[in-house]
């Protein structure tokens, strides 16, 4: 049986982001709670992430992420290399740009590894927190999947992404996939 997790980004995931939207959606599925939301620790997400998934049998977990859970997550992988059964990662941001108003330099930097399960990276050809080339570059890297949505923003609510049923089916896809050589 499946498990999902979601990891919000900074600040959470309102109850109008789509990731709300497939929590209602999908059987099995919970949130991946943070210590703090707006002032947020490396270290401590990354152990959030571990702590929340079952150790016994990871070919069940698929990660959904969004934002800085994306990057919360390639630091996770890098660190724990475990082998889950695949992650949709939704625009994650390029830290190594500062923000001068967000204090996010202990995700810094973005790991380049390739990951040891299944992914697929969604990204916007017009979002705030990335270019279009960065997000190519991390799918290439990480061996993920890509699909580029045109002028979707960061892919939220704010974007009008809160009833996501196209993403839907795009996790539909990644959970099709099995590890392979991946």
């Not at 994650?92 to 930097?109: A, H």
């Not at 570059?137 to 809160?162: R, V």
Request: aromatic content about 10%.
């Amino acid at each position: 049986m499946k498990k999902f997790f979601t990891i919000p980004g900074y600040g959470n995931s309102s109850n109008d982001h789509w990731q709300s939207y497939f929590e209602s959606q999908l059987d099995n599925c919970i949130r991946i709670n943070q210590n703090s939301w707006t002032q947020p620790i490396l270290e401590d997400w990354i152990h959030k992430i571990d702590d929340a998934i079952p150790k016994k049998d990871l070919s069940y977990a698929i990660l959904i992420t969004h934002s800085l859970g994306g990057i919360a997550l390639i630091h996770w992988a890098k660190k724990f290399k475990r082998k889950i059964k695949g992650a949709l990662i939704v625009d994650p941001p390029d830290l190594e740009i500062p923000y001068e108003d967000l204090k996010l330099e202990s995700f810094t930097p973005i790991p380049l590894d390739k990951l040891l399960f299944p992914s697929t990276l969604v990204c916007s050809s017009n979002d705030n927190w990335t270019s279009i080339d960065r997000s190519f570059e991390f799918a290439k890297s990480w061996g993920s999947k890509i699909i580029a949505l045109e002028n979707a923003g960061h892919i939220n609510q704010d974007s009008g992404h809160k009833k996501w049923d196209d993403g839907l089916e795009i996790l539909k896809e990644l959970t099709k996939k099995t590890y392979k050589n991946a």
